[in-house]
């Protein structure tokens, strides 16, 4: 007999979703140049040297022996760390981050490549598409395992919780098990047995002769 194949699971049809991937790239890339060149224009700015697209997109400013060049290199970094948040954000899973930290600096080299009409060819360049890469995969992965490993907070509030006990009950395991039912059993109306609440009535003294 043929093996049954195994149903897929809820919800991966649509995180596989072409569609939605494509998106999640372009929102990626879009974000990823947008911090380069708000980090960019600034350091720009502030050194006082003249503002253009060669600073963004092209691989032969970002060179090892001038100043501009290891600024270039150092927001560069900056953007890998900020797009950490969105890769938190949009991505949500630690397995997918590798792929979309990959593909958004495979575009970059396209784009750069287009630009300039020419295949990057400075190692400092190289290197530094590296260590971009690098640095967004490992935060961007360890970011994402923190938020799936957090715990999930359900509804309800306790009254009493264990370690609330007084301490007088800490060396007696079963009279804090039952101080601890008794107190979360108060709200609703249960004594310590869960039987209901108790009342004490007077008794009638039994007259003689009766």
Same mark, same amino acid.
């Given at each position: ?6 149903? &897929? ?16 790239i372009i929102i990626l ?6 911090? &380069? ?7 720009? %700015? *502030? ?23 290891? #600024? ?15 890769? %938190? %954000?949009?991505? &949500? ?25 020419? *295949?990057? #060819? ?37 009254? &009493? ?10 060396r007696d395991p079963g #009279?804090?098990?039952?101080? *601890? ?30």
């Amino acid at each position: 007999m043929p093996r049954r194949r195994r149903p &897929a699971r809820p919800g991966a049809l649509a995180d596989l979703a072409p569609l939605r991937i494509l998106t999640q790239i372009i929102i990626l890339q879009t974000l990823y140049y947008v911090c &380069a060149a708000a980090l960019i224009l600034f350091t720009t %700015l *502030v050194a006082g040297q003249p503002v253009s697209l060669d600073l963004l997109f092209s691989w032969q400013s970002v060179r090892g022996d001038v100043t501009t060049g290891w #600024t270039l290199a150092l927001c560069w970094m900056m953007d890998s760390l900020i797009c950490v948040i969105f890769l %938190l %954000l949009f991505i &949500a899973r630690s397995k997918l981050v590798p792929d979309f930290a990959v593909t958004i600096h495979f575009i970059n080299l396209i784009v750069t490549s287009l630009y300039t009409r020419a *295949v990057p #060819t400075q190692m400092f360049w190289w290197g530094l598409q590296v260590a971009s890469a690098g640095l967004m995969t490992f935060l961007g992965v360890w970011a994402c395992q923190w938020r799936e490993l957090k715990p999930i907070a359900f509804g309800g509030k306790g009254k &009493a919780r264990a370690e609330d006990v007084p301490n007088k009950h800490a060396r007696d395991p079963g #009279t804090l098990e039952e101080e *601890v039912g008794f107190i979360r059993g108060s709200n609703r109306g249960a004594g310590r047995d869960g039987a209901g609440s108790y009342e004490m009535v007077g008794m009638v003294p039994k007259e003689e002769g009766t």
